[in-house]
């Protein structure tokens, strides 16, 4: 069975920082490009940041390149998102997903966590 766990969201005041991870079980994990999207309240799901299961290239939305970090640790299945200088406008439900084929487009996508709340307050 497939499982994708998100942890580690909560309160932050802006400018903070917080990690949030991502445990994989039931599939090969190291074979998978791994992403991070974004939902918030009202608005579309979004891409935030991916990480290649070929090269181990990182790719970013340009709203959050140069403060957010996406990382992953094959030995653990699991995927990381390092985000600092937290804004109030990161709000959200992150959700982590598995992908082939290392695309920023949510349709691409094959498995998906249940998400985790980011609330960054101002």
């Known amino acids: 069975q497939v499982r994708l766990v998100e942890s580690g969201g909560g309160l932050v005041q802006a400018g903070g920082s917080l990690r949030v991870s991502c445990a994989a079980s039931?599939?090969?994990?190291?074979?998978?490009?791994m992403g991070w999207f974004r939902q918030a309240p009202g608005k579309e799901r979004e891409f935030v940041a991916g990480?290649?299961?070929?090269?181990?290239?990182?790719f970013y939305a340009d709203s959050v390149k140069g403060r957010f970090t996406i990382s992953r640790d094959n030995a653990k299945n699991t995927v990381y998102l390092q985000m600092n200088s937290l804004k109030p406008e990161d709000t959200a439900v992150y959700y982590c997903?598995?992908?082939?084929?290392?695309?920023?487009?949510?349709?691409?996508?094959?498995?998906w966590g249940q998400g985790t709340q980011v609330t960054v307050s101002s």
């Open positions: 990480i290649s299961w070929t090269s181990g290239g990182t």
């Open positions: 039931g599939f090969t994990f190291s074979m998978y490009s």
């Open positions: 997903a598995a992908d082939r084929t290392g695309s920023a487009y949510s349709y691409t996508y094959d498995y």
